[in-house]
């Protein structure tokens, strides 16, 4: 397997069109970029410059951010003052194959500047070592952690995305000898280990059949994060046979500061199998082939909780990242990658995301609500499928109308607590139109009920909500248990909202009129607007034209690149419209 420091030894040019991609994908920064050129810069012109690009002749060669915006993700290795943590962008010279590395800190930022300049202005070769990722490790005299990679995984991005430092820990080992001291020393998921952590749950117990350990001390421990739903911030994804769709969601995720776990299916030389969890940092991807294609993804970057567990003592271990390359199957749809030193194929099987802490991330506020969804229930709506007939169970449902359109719905809800939701159920359905008037109302009295959390529950009517609506964009808004008659562990999650059209319609920002808004229509504008072959019909401007100037241009591609990285932007984007 190689090292970062093989791959670090031939990362020196980033091409111009990349380059502006990177700009608009990474988050906001504490301060201007600066553009500084690598034959005269020296190591001290950039120790008070957070965010800058490194170029020569005119063309970048490294692209640098600090993201400010998490708190205390990067204090595991650094002082606490120093929050946030840096990404980093290159391309590999007389290849076309681009890097991004995120989860580094100011450390690896200033040796990977040494050695850019050195190499560029002596012709001197990159040696970089040491570099101190986030990377907590097992031991090799504490058999407890020898099947907790998960939790190790876990603790992982926790540290990263802010929530850990949020919880009161110092470190990532803190955080991964939590987990060992509160959880049976087995195979977990780290998706429900981050459910812990937040909510204090305990999934063996719920589902005894997943195999998943109990926790030690349930109900007495986890739920550092009171405020706050794990499902609010975690997302877990299957891959299946659809991996190249699982990369690109990824990549954008990462982009995006989230933390990112892979789950992987071990298959060994000797016959035998197993599962492992590691953490992704990012990827190596080749810039000849679009995102949405199977050769894009070349190379994955991790840190394993198995790669240095020979130390008595994990914060002794190094922290070493490596990046492996990706092979796709195209029978089965998936990656692998080989780890040698184990002699194991390793195939991408799931993975498991979760957003950094920031003040826009949504919360409790109310007194009344409990935060402990050990001892009371939480009701939520999940989604309210939306159809011009009668809804049935399997229905997707529709986004767009004709006009004269009737609306029937059929919502969804479930209850995401270990206490089952007992007494009366109620939801409140509304459909408004872009003034805020009411065109469709109904409140849907259940009676006394119970469901636990195994219940996903549904409720559809042959009755419209609306009928024979005029063009125009509506909403449609729900609410559970709107009065709070039923004491509930958090209320801020009970209600739920979309936008619907009606009329001739379209997806803001879906230039290629798939019906969803990705980085592919990103790809499409940027080929557009310098002149490369689209396939696109003659409506794509309008549907690529956020800022409504009358163009689509490169300006639109990176407000819907900042979209997908969540940052907010001054225009809508994923939200209905009526051609004009």
Known sequence: MKKLTALLSVLIVICLLCSTVVFAQTAETESETAVLDVDSVVLSDLAARDSYVLTDENVPV????????????????????DNGYYTAEFCIPGATKKVFLTGLTRDNVAEIEAAIIASYAEGEDFDLTDLGFIDTEKTSTED?????????????????????????????DDIFELFINEFEADGGSTYYGVEWFFDGMDEGALFPESGFPRVVNYPDSGAFIADYTFDTVTQSYKFDSDGVTMLCELLRQLKSGRGVELGLNLYYSDGESGGHAVTCWGFVTDTRYGVDDAAYYDSVFITDSDSDKNFEERRDAPDVM???ALTFNPETGRYSFEIIEDY???FLDNAVTLKPYSDDVPKETSSAATRNRTTHPDALIDNVILSTSAVTEDDTGMSTFPTGSDIYYNVKFRNSSDKSYNGNLTINLKITNSQGIAVGSIRLPFGNQQFTRK????????????ENLAAGIYTITAEINPEHTVAEAYYFNNTFTSTFAVGNAYIIGDVDDDQSVSTIDVTLILR??????VDLDESADIRGDINDDGYMNVIDATYIQRHLAEINIPYQIECAALYS
């Open 62 to 81: 490294m692209v640098v951010e600090h993201h400010t915006e998490v708190m205390g993700a990067t204090a595991a290795l650094n002082s606490a003052a």
């Open 144 to 172: 407890a952690d020898d099947d907790m990679c998960w939790a190790a995984a876990a603790s992982n991005i926790l540290a990263y995305t802010g929530w850990g430092a949020l919880g009161g820990f110092e470190n990532v």
């Open 322 to 324: 490596d990046m492996d």
């Open 344 to 346: 194991c194929t390793a």
């Open 455 to 466: 219940s996903i529950l549904s409720f559809a009517d042959n009755e419209p909500l609306a």
């Open 528 to 533: 557009k607007t310098v002149k490369r072959p």
